[in-house]
Every structure is written in structure tokens, then in C-alpha cells.
T-cell receptor, first 109, second 114 residues
Framework: DQQVKQNSPSLSVQEGRISILNCDYTNSMFDYFLWYKKYPAEGPTFLISISSIKDKNEDGRFTVFLNKSAKHLSLHIVPSQPGDSAVYFCAAAYGKLTFGQGTILTVHP | NAGVMQNPRHLVRRRGQEARLRCSPMKGHSHVYWYRQLPEEGLKFMVYLQKENIIDESGMPKERFSAEFPKEGPSILRIQQVVRGDSAAYFC????????????FGNGTRLTVT
């Protein structure tokens, strides 16, 4: 039972453009949502989070949007940079964190 | 200000041997989580521990796997009688408390069973 889904295995974007990564969840009990970035052979690194009482949180080039009625979460990166190329995981929390399968983002110079 | 430390980084075991993976949480963190990443898959929750207590082990296989977080020393994930299907990257994460705190991950232990 995949409670957190990232339906796009990969995304390719030109440098300077916007990257939009999407995530859907099924469990309405989740009350905290996070995005992590992961490079090969490293652990996931926390990027940005949002509480279920908010619908938007912004941190520099990264903005997370939460649509609770649609049970949908998205991460916007603007402008995208080649160093952003990595695997991005969304995660949802109700006690423990449940992760999506990840989306490989490639930003081309 | 050391982050989450995991060792070893790489571990090779033959089928039937035991694997011990260690995790030292960040300073001041008393909550430890173990996750497993199989090839081409996301991170799967295994177990959540506080000092001397297992809080949630709903993701742990029923047999051969155990975890502890003693009062002193690192958290240990132990896999007995390893099989090829146990080959994966095992990540430990820590947090200062439950709810509203992002987890901080170590760089993982890559277990290969030959």
C-alpha cells in the first residue's frame, strides 16, 4: 500500500527554468510534509517542509505547495541550477516518515 | 558538529552470516529511525527507537532482523543469517523529538550479500 506516490520517475529541465516535482498521498492523517534531496552514495538531505495547517512555504529558490483537498504536494525550484540535479523524495509524517519512490531531476546547462 | 554517523559504509557478507550496522545520532538527538532502500526503490521505514525503547517496528521483517538503541552507545541494526535479498542501502536518521522535526540522515551502510 503506497501511501505516498511520486508518479514521475524522472524530470529534465533547462538551467534557469522552473522545476516542478509532484507528490500525492492517500492518508489524511499525515500532518507534516517534507522534501529531501539525495545524491548517489549519500544520505537524503532535508530541503524544506510544510505543516498541514499551511498551503505554502518558501525558502530561497524552493517553494513547497500543499493542497490538502487534493492530497497533493509539489516542490517548485526556480531558477533551476545544474547542481540541483539529484533524486528528490517527498515524505509525509504521522509519527514516522513515509517516503515516495523519488524523482530523478536533471538540470541541463 | 558531527552529523549522523553510520558505519561501516560498505559491508560484504556471505549468505548465512550476521550483519551489524551501527548508527550514532546527532548530538542531542534521542530518536533514531532505520530505513532501507532497495535498488530502484524509495526509502522504506523499518524501525523507530528511543533510548532503550522500540517505539515502532512495523516495518521490520518478522524474522532475522532486530534493532536496539542502548542507553550508552550507538543504535545497532542486526541482521542474522543474511540472504541475497537483504542486499540494500540501510540509512539511519535521527531527530530531537517526534513530530514537526525533520529527520537528519547518515550516509548509509551499503550491505552486499554474496
Amino acid at each position: 500500500d503506497q501511501q505516498v506516490k511520486q508518479n514521475s520517475p524522472s524530470l529534465s529541465v533547462q538551467e534557469g527554468r522552473i522545476s516542478i516535482l509532484n507528490c500525492d498521498y492517500t492518508n489524511s492523517m499525515f500532518d507534516y510534509f517534507l522534501w529531501y534531496k539525495k545524491y548517489p552514495a549519500e544520505g537524503p538531505t532535508f530541503l524544506i517542509s510544510i505543516s498541514s495547517i499551511k498551503d505554502k512555504n518558501e525558502d530561497g529558490r524552493f517553494t513547497v505547495f500543499l493542497n490538502k483537498s487534493a492530497k497533493h504536494l509539489s516542490l517548485h525550484i526556480v531558477p533551476s541550477q545544474p547542481g540541483d540535479s539529484a533524486v528528490y523524495f517527498c515524505a509525509a509524517a504521522y509519527g514516522k516518515l513515509t517516503f515516495g519512490q523519488g524523482t530523478i531531476l536533471t538540470v541541463h546547462p | 558538529n558531527a552529523g549522523v554517523m553510520q558505519n561501516p559504509r560498505h559491508l560484504v557478507r556471505r549468505r548465512g552470516q550476521e550483519a551489524r550496522l551501527r548508527c550514532s545520532p546527532m548530538k542531542g538527538h534521542s530518536h533514531v529511525y532505520w530505513y532501507r532502500q532497495l535498488p530502484e526503490e524509495g526509502l522504506k521505514f523499518m524501525v523507530y527507537l528511543q533510548k532503550e525503547n522500540i517505539i515502532d517496528e512495523s516495518g521490520m521483517p518478522k524474522e532475522r532482523f532486530s534493532a536496539e538503541f542502548p542507553k550508552e552507545g550507538p543504535s545497532i541494526l542486526r541482521i542474522q543469517q543474511v540472504v541475497r535479498g537483504d542486499s540494500a542501502a540501510y540509512f539511519c536518521a535521527s531527530s530531537p523529538g517526534q513530530g514537526g522535526s525533520p529527520l537528519h540522515f547518515g550516509n548509509g551502510t551499503r550491505l552486499t550479500v554474496t
